[in-house]
Each structure stands twice: as C-alpha cells, then as structure tokens.
C-alpha cells in the first residue's frame, strides 16, 4: 500500500477514508453502548492513540487531536476505569474545544472487553492495555529464550478481559524446533498457535484467517518480538517503524513507544502496544479456570474439592500427570499463578479494612 511516489502512507493517512469510524468498528452494538453519553453537540470517537499531554481520535471526519477531560477517578463507578480513565480503543463521547483545535474526550464508553495488566507502579491495579479488542496476538520471538509462565500470563489476562487469545511465533524461518515446541506447549489444547516469519511470509495467511472479521485484535509481547512487523505483513505496506534488535540478546529497541489502532478495513484493526516485559496478574473472576481449562477440567474430578493439587489423596490432577495426560509444567504454573492472585487478594482485603477503620466515625 503505497501512494503515487512510492511512499508507505503515515498511520494518520490510514484514516483519510470515506467512513473513519467504519473504518474504526463502528456498528449497531458500539452505537448502543455510546448513546447515552452523545448528549447535546457531542460527537461519537475512537481512540488511536495515546500520547503525554493530550490523545489522537478516530472521528467522523477523520483522525484529530484530542485531550481527556474526564471526571476524576474518584466520581466514577466501581469499575476498571477507576484504574485506566482513558485506553486506546475505547469508544468516547467528544466536545469542541473552542480556544484550540482539539476535540475534548468527556466520556467513556463501558469496556465490553479489554486486554489489562497489573499496574507496574500500583499493584492493586490494572494497567488497560488495549480497550474494546475481540482477540489478541500474544506474540514470541522464537530466537530468544521463552521465559517461565509468559504464554500462560498473557493467556489468563485475555481470558479474564474477554478476548480471544491466538499465540503467534515469530522468525519461524530460523527453523528452531525446540523453540517452537515450547511455544505449543505453553497453549493448552483449544488456543491457536501459528508460526509466522516475515522475511519469507509463511503463516501469514493461516494468521490472516484466524482474524475476527469487523472487530479489532490487540498484539502483546516484549520488545523485539515482531508485533509491528506483523501489522506491517497485513497492511501489505511498512507502516509502523521497526528497529534493530541487537544480536548479543535479541531484545529490541521499543520502536513502538506508544499504543496505536490500525485500520486493516471493513471494521477490522489491529491495535499495536509497546514492548511489555511485565505481565502482573490483577484479579481471577474466571480467567485462569479457561486459561488452564486442562487443569481446572480435571481439577473438578478430584476427591476433595478444595484439593490444592499438591499431594493430597484422591487429586485427579496427579493422576493425570502420573498417566502421562499431563505435563506437570502446567500444574506448576497454574499453582503458580493461583497464589499471585490469591497474594494480591489478601492485600486487597487488608485495604478495605484499613479504609474501613478509616471511615469509622470517631466517639
């Protein structure tokens, strides 16, 4: 996809269509969900992008520069956006601003699904990653060492947003078995798993077929994995910046310094996030239970049912492991990732006491 010159489009160029937020994945649902909020001359938007200081919006017009005025955490309902007020992706409701240019956000849409992490620097909340996505890539380098439990963690927080989660192996023209292996092993039975490379395109068509038409599908992984390079593959044009990733460890440059929704067509976009090394876990209101749908499938067939599948009697868990029908890689990292969540609990309990005694009125 280039112009007459020759030169790849900007992502802003992407946006210079007939039907912007067509393009963005506007339809009936997204329309219900926004209603209320368009009160007034308040005009329905997208957001692209997110940037210190203001914000860039996918609008009826085409693509504009936008700034939050949002109500403070603190006025709002008990929900995730008491963690992240505005994401890239969320469907907000616009006013002009008549000193400048840019378009004032004034509301939020209710996040249907979401791809979040813990908060790198407030434990007790969720960092949304990537707002309103159906599925997302959770992307690996197959030239760098797969660390413990990454698959699995990105795995659970798709699962606990709502979103479909498709683990893509990147650089499969390296031809590194054991490497693949590990990424196939790390998915239970049921996730997709595709390999894909860009210097000779294989599995990008398999990768283009798992795809959820009209929606959009966010990309996670660390930096250098290969996420703008796959975005790039399916524009068909080199849109988004790619740096060099050094030899000596594989790791990248973090080319993509911020989030940003790109239009593929037809409603359908991929949404772009920097490199994420940390995947903390927030909260488990059923994502691990899918993410490990092997472990907690047999876990409802042990003898006792607060079993911790450790040693306890009668833990069908073991007995599948001992059978061969389970590797017990998985069974740690469940436990594992259990007793962060469970960690994270206490805490939160131990909060609202404080906050509690806190209110208590004085006698």
């Known amino acids: 996809m280039t112009d007459e010159s020759g030169v790849p489009p900007s992502v802003t160029d992407l946006w210079d269509v007939d039907d912007p937020l067509g393009a963005a994945g506007w339809d ?12 007034g001359d308040r005009l329905p938007a997208r957001v692209a992008r997110i940037e210190y200081g203001g914000c860039h919006l996918v609008t009826p017009a085409g693509r504009r520069p936008g700034v939050a005025r949002l109500p403070r955490a603190s006025a709002l309902p008990d929900d995730d956006r008491r963690d992240t007020p505005l994401a890239v992706g969320d469907w907000v409701a616009t006013e002009r601003d008549a000193s400048d240019d840019r378009l004032l956000v004034v509301a939020v849409a209710e996040r249907r699904r979401r791809v979040g992490r813990r908060d790198p620097s407030r434990e007790l909340l969720e960092q949304v990653l990537a707002s309103d996505v159906a599925a997302v890539l959770v992307v690996h380098a197959l030239d760098r060492p797969l660390r413990p439990g990454r698959i699995e963690r990105a795995l659970v927080l798709a699962h606990e947003g709502g979103v479909r989660p498709i683990v893509v192996a990147t650089k499969a023209d390296l031809d590194l078995p054991d490497a693949w292996k590990a990424v196939r092993d790390s998915a239970p039975p049921g996730t997709p798993v595709v390999a894909v490379s860009k210097r000779d395109l294989r599995g990008f068509d398999a ?30 044009s080199e849109v988004l910046a790619i740096g060099d990733v050094r030899g000596t460890d ?7 310094t911020a989030r940003e929704l790109v239009p593929l067509g037809g409603g359908t976009c991929l949404l772009d996030t920097p490199g994420t090394r940390e995947l903390g876990l927030v909260r488990d209101t059923g994502g691990l239970a899918a993410a490990f749908a092997d472990v907690s499938g047999l876990a409802g067939r042990c003898r006792f049912a607060d079993c911790r599948h ?7 868990v073991h007995a599948a492991i001992d059978a061969g029908e389970l590797d017990d890689a998985r069974r740690r990292s469940f436990l594992d990732l259990r007793a962060e969540i469970e960690e994270l609990d206490a805490k ?14 004085r006698h």
């Open 310 to 316: 450790d040693r306890e009697a009668g833990c069908a």
């Open 207 to 236: 990768l283009a077929a798992l795809l959820p038409r009209g929606v959009t599908t966010g990309l996670i992984g660390e930096s250098g994995a290969g996420k703008s390079s796959i975005v790039n593959v399916l524009l068909g």
């Open 28 to 39: 009936a649902e997204v329309a219900s969900r926004l209603e209320p909020l368009l009160t």
């Open 348 to 361: 939160r309990e131990a909060r609202e006491r404080r906050l509690g005694e806190g209110r208590r009125p």
């Open 250 to 256: 594989a790791k990248g440059r973090h080319t993509t």
